[in-house]
């Protein structure tokens, strides 16, 4: 079993920035998969960003150019570093984790953007 503490939420006004800490219980260079998601009010949970234990990195559209996902093996723990912050960033954002079938997931942190 592997747990996720998320971590570096907050409220923030529109242009400015935050990096989300996801810190696990085991090692991280482990996993094959970690992403961050979001979920909205309304809406469905969405992938953001990932990063594979080869380097790979994804981005969804939105978020291209303004956000970086990386990981520290050292500290077993993976951020999200956001810029440019828009009101539409506003979400729950949840760590998740993959160790071949099986799925992890933190309890989230709340962003908010907003003037």
């Known amino acids: 079993q592997v747990q996720l503490v998320e971590s570096g939420g907050g409220l923030v006004q529109p242009g400015g920035s935050l990096r989300l800490s996801c810190a696990a219980s085991?090692?991280?260079?482990?996993?094959?998969?970690m992403g961050w998601y979001r979920q909205a009010p309304g809406n469905q949970r969405e992938l953001v960003a990932s990063?594979?234990?080869?380097?790979?990195?994804y981005y969804t559209d939105a978020v291209k150019g303004r956000v970086t996902i990386f990981t520290d093996n050292a500290k077993n723990t993976v951020y999200l570093q956001m810029n440019i912050l828009k009101p539409e960033d506003t979400a729950v954002y949840y760590c998740?984790?993959?160790?071949?079938?099986?799925?992890?997931w933190g309890q989230g942190t709340q962003v908010t953007v907003s003037s």
């Open positions: 085991g090692s991280i260079s482990t996993m094959g998969f």
């Open positions: 990063i594979t234990n080869s380097g790979t990195t």
């Open positions: 998740h984790a993959a160790i071949d079938a099986l799925r992890f």
